[in-house]
């Protein structure tokens, strides 16, 4: 059995209140119930967890640093935050950045990532279900180690 992570950023809370035009209906509760569906199937643990601040997001990881595989949605983070890219570099949880809505298609600011070039890959633009797709590839990864 294996410690898998599901983190998420600032603003992410609010799912399905927050602009659901662009992020969807979902809430941020039937995401990690979906994720935790596929990872607990599969026979892993999951540990969730969201915040809106950057060090708090850096400390669960470090705290979780024996974890095996992480979805990572650091929402507007990803386009600022070295602190957390340094974190998941630190950690070597390989990981999957994770993006609602289809980053490349908006305002050019969403169009960097500090995390991209240090993910296993990145999953943008489909809405909840990319994060279970995401997870389905995180119990295939481990299926095979
Ligand atoms: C987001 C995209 C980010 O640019 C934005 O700041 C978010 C959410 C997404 O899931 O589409 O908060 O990560």
């Known amino acids: 059995m294996a410690k ?6 600032p603003n992410l809370n609010l799912l ?9 209906k979902a809430t941020l509760s039937d995401i990690e119930a979906d994720v935790r569906k596929v990872v607990e199937q599969a026979g892993h643990a999951l540990f969730s967890f ?6 708090q997001l850096v400390e669960w990881l470090q705290q979780n640093r024996d974890a095996r595989f992480a979805l990572v949605n650091a929402a507007s ?5 070295i602190a ?7 950690t070597k949880i390989p990981f999957i950045e ?3 809505s289809n980053v490349y298609k908006r305002e050019a600011f969403r169009h960097q990532s500090y995390l991209a070039d240090i993910a296993v ?11 279970s ?8 990864h481990l299926a095979k180690d």
Request: charge should be negative.
């Open 77 to 81: 983070l990803t386009h600022t935050s």
């Open 121 to 131: 890959g990145v999953v943008a633009g489909l809405g909840a279900a990319g994060y």
């Open 133 to 140: 797709f995401a997870a389905r590839y995180a119990v295939d």
């Open 16 to 24: 399905g209140e927050r602009e659901p035009d662009i992020y969807g």
């Open 4 to 9: 898998i992570l599901l983190l998420n950023g």
């Open 50 to 55: 969201q915040s809106n601040h950057e060090g």
């Open 84 to 90: 957390l890219r340094d974190s998941l570099s630190l």
């Open 98 to 100: 994770v993006h609602l």
